[in-house]
């Protein structure tokens, strides 16, 4: 098993709560956000502000990490193909069980990927947050519920020019098109 390393931001060292259970700490952080935090549409750029206002609190199994996360999420418009940006808060609670607790719940059933387990004092935070705030990213983010899109023939914006129009011509019916000409004979 790799240990957590203590230095990187989304890692939160519970020493000081003890395994006493109704012992609290609230922290508030601002920290850089990991790589990958969304989809391929619509995604919070690695190193941007994720905001953190979260409670750790001592329970029986283990740690209960809850509270807030908001970032800033940043994107396309999946009809205009314009950037656009959508402001995220999600809440977040998660159980980080004590080593024992945790080999207990595996042997009672629990899924070990649904089990997540303190690493000695530490908890890392990553992986459950990323849990709720990809979901909460929209899947087909839109710049206006309304946004008409791009033209089909010409890929221009339909919103800069509502009257757009082409004259499209059936492809079956072009041999025919020379007879309605008249022609000088």
């Known amino acids: 098993m790799n240990h957590l ?15 006493r259970p109704g012992s609290m700490r609230a922290l508030e952080l601002t920290v850089p956000a990991p790589a990958d ?20 609190e001592a329970v029986m199994e283990g ?7 908001r970032a800033t999420a940043v994107g396309e418009c999946v009809r205009c193909l314009d950037e656009i940006t959508v402001d995220v808060q999600v809440e977040i609670t998660e159980l980080y069980s004590y080593p024992d607790r945790a080999r207990v719940a595996e042997e009672d059933g629990a899924d070990e990927d649904e089990v997540r387990e303190l690493d000695g004092d530490l908890v890392d935070v990553e992986p459950a947050i990323r849990d709720v705030l ?7 983010p839109l710049c206006a519920p309304d946004c008409p899109g791009l033209c089909v023939e010409c890929g221009a914006r339909l919103a800069d020019d509502p009257e757009h129009t082409h004259e499209v ?5 072009a041999a025919l098109e020379g007879l309605s000409e008249p022609t000088d004979s």
């Open 169 to 173: 011509r059936d492809p079956r019916w």
């Open 134 to 140: 990809v979901p909460a990213l929209p899947f087909q």
């Open 37 to 56: 935090l969304g989809t391929e549409v619509i995604a919070v750029p690695a190193g941007s502000d994720l905001e953190l206002d979260l409670r750790l």
């Open 5 to 19: 390393d203590p230095r990187d931001p989304l890692v939160l060292d519970t020493h000081e709560l003890g395994r």
């Open 63 to 69: 740690v209960l990490v809850s509270g807030d996360v």
